[in-house]
């Protein structure tokens, strides 16, 4: 982004330079994902939720691929809107691709 500011003083003179400060007010946010969580493809925005399920050998772990709408954002953290829930667990990072459905193992 670029952003211009225009001071009308004549204590500066041309090519001067200065410090400025920009605040951006938010609101509070409940869901808060780290940006290496977040996916996106052609349908848009998405996470991998993480769910349990009964399989033949007891309970296993697979992923679900949820999309989401997202809000602002920083260098390390981005608002999700709606698509989740608070206690959701989401996947930040795998060692292998992930698809909806993917069996996973936690790693602890």
């Not at 052609?42 to 009964?54: D, P, S, W």
């Not at 697979?62 to 667990?89: A, M, P, R």
Request: aromatic share 6%; with cysteine.
């Amino acid at each position: 982004k670029v952003i211009e500011i225009e001071l009308a003083t004549e204590e500066l003179v041309s090519g001067e330079s200065g410090t400025a400060e920009i605040k951006k007010r938010i609101g509070s946010f409940a869901t808060l994902v780290p940006n290496a969580a977040l996916g996106q493809d052609n349908e848009g925005c998405f996470l991998y939720v993480l769910k349990q399920r009964n399989g033949p050998l007891g309970e296993e772990f697979y992923v679900e691929k949820v999309y989401v709408n997202s809000g602002d954002s920083d260098q390390l953290k981005t608002v999700i809107l709606s698509g989740i829930t608070t206690i959701d667990q989401i996947v930040v990072e795998s060692d292998k691709p992930l698809v909806d459905g993917s069996r996973v193992m936690i790693a602890e």
